[in-house]
RNA sequence: GGAGAGAUGGCAGAGUGGUCGAAUGCACUGGUCUUGAAAACCAGCGUACAGCAAUGUACCGGGGGUUCGAAUCCCUCUCUCUCCGCCA
């Protein structure tokens, strides 16, 4: 969420930025400073309210001492009717401080200067591609019958134990999947980042601090019995590690491997199906705290980071700027990774790298100390490098051959075979 | 799952109803001293909100209660430790 001083500092920067985002938010920033305002004064009587209770307090302990009892036992009478009046006031403020919240979390963070408005996926800017799109043999199948035909992922026994959306790697399939995480979390070691293995499971805290709450709600498996959701995304566990803290060195780099489980309520259809869209996926993903002045140089690294990666699995793909209207909630600055999966003739998302800037550092309550010995909220970054399902699909889809798969090079000390037959 | 103990500032640790936002030690920052460093000594040293400021308010795991007054008493939740049980 933004800062209420940023609303006001920068109130019109703010509404006309808004714009971008196809957010029209006027009234919205309008009521939060009036709620604000109303909050300032209130809390200026409840404090001066309580300020009174505290000294009569003191003044009673004093004639107690010296056996003025009588003169306590009025100041008594005194004390308790401020109570009456601060208690009213303090449920006043309290309720006003809730609104105010409410108000606050309906505002979008605001795009990067770079961005551009937009409808949808359709205007994104495409900024870069890489790779040739690769010629397929004759009777190239899609990827959810090539795993099928070479035993790889078994579709109908994760329908049988769990549901659709679940599948179940094995064999040489489920050897590449591994090869994939370790491959993706030695590339992000090599670059600096510390590796993590967060739970997959986490406390509301959590998901209000990174803003999947109360937004996503449906989107996410909440485990009723012990109020506790299944991790979305490793940015979860990982971006929480740093709630309520004032760092002290920059940057911080972690990466983490972790399943990712989201709901998808609403998804079917052929967008769907084999590894397009899954309730239970990996993820490889890296989340960086930064300096404010940094990040935005720290976004070009990453995004270079990601596409270096992508080089090495030598699979074509392109870097998407995206446009205002498709850009999420939280992110200033969003690119999006696409592979080309060629079978079917598709550009698959498989990474999505993003500034939040101090949109989730606000919730978080994370800070570090300026040169003046002031707290500052720091910027978050994060992104995935990189998602499985789809980069799993596009390699069988590209490199399938009369009677096989090939592996691309790099990933040959992980998997141990250079094909799959 | 059963029984017990506990949760206090960056860390250690005192404080069981009244100048306690909190002793003390360590760490950290600045200064004195020193050629320099160490030691010693002096000073400073939590977060947030309001205020130009002085200052005020809130916070001693979370939430609620008792009281004129709560770190301290009561209720409740969470977590940690010890012992027993169970178990990958």
């Not at 963070?109 to 043999?137: A, R, T």
């Not at 989107?219 to 740093?242: G, K, R």
Request: some cysteine; proline content about 4%; hydrophobic content about 35%.
């Amino acid at each position: 969420m933004l800062h209420i001083s940023d609303l006001r500092n920068n109130k019109e920067q703010i509404i006309s930025s808004l714009k971008i985002k196809n957010f029209d938010a006027e009234n919205l920033v309008n009521s939060a400073i009036a709620k604000d305002d109303e909050r300032k004064a209130i809390q200026q009587k409840s404090d001066d309210l309580l300020s009174q209770q505290n000294k009569i307090a003191k003044e009673i302990g004093v004639l107690y001492k010296t056996g003025k009892v009588e003169k306590a036992n009025d100041l008594k009478q005194q004390s308790i009717k401020i109570k009456k009046e601060s208690q009213e006031i303090i449920s006043l403020q309290n309720k006003i401080e809730e609104e105010l919240l409410s108000i606050i979390v309906q505002i979008p963070n605001v795009p990067h200067q770079s961005v551009v408005k937009g409808n949808s996926d359709q205007d994104n800017e495409i900024l870069n591609e890489f790779g040739d799109k690769p010629n397929l043999i004759k009777d190239a199948l899609p990827h959810w019958e090539l795993a099928e035909k070479y035993n790889l992922i078994d579709f109908k026994l994760g329908n049988k134990i769990t549901g659709s959306g679940f599948p179940v790697f094995k064999g040489k399939g489920a050897k590449l999947q591994r090869a994939l995480i370790s491959f993706f979390l030695d590339e992000n070691i090599n670059a600096g980042y510390e590796e993590y293995l967060p739970p997959s499971v986490v406390n509301t805290d959590s998901m209000f601090g990174t803003g999947a709450l109360p937004d996503k709600e449906g989107q996410m498996y909440h485990i009723t019995s012990d109020d506790l959701y299944l991790i979305p995304t490793a940015e979860v566990p990982v971006t929480n590690f740093y709630r309520d803290t004032i760092v002290k060195d920059f940057p911080i780099k972690c990466t983490a491997y972790t399943p990712c489980f989201r709901r998808e309520a609403g998804s079917y259809g052929k967008d769907v199906r084999g590894l397009n869209r899954l309730h239970q996926f990996d993820k490889v993903e890296i989340v960086q705290i930064e300096h404010p002045e940094n990040s935005y140089e720290t976004l070009e690294i990453m995004v270079d980071h990601v596409s270096e990666i992508l080089k090495k699995l030598e699979l074509p793909f392109r870097i998407v700027r995206l446009c205002g209207g498709d850009l999420s909630f939280t992110s200033s600055l969003t690119y999006d990774f696409e592979v080309y999966s060629a079978a079917q003739d598709r550009w698959l998302e498989v990474s999505s790298v993003s500034n939040f800037e101090s949109f989730q550092s606000n919730r978080l309550k994370l800070r570090f100390k300026d040169e003046n010995g002031k707290s500052q909220l720091c910027h978050t970054l994060n992104g995935s490098a990189i998602a499985l399902p789809r980069i799993y699909a596009a390699l069988l889809e590209n490199n399938q051959f009369d009677g096989g798969i090939k592996i691309p090079e790099i990933l040959h000390t992980y998997t141990t075979f250079d094909s799959i037959t």
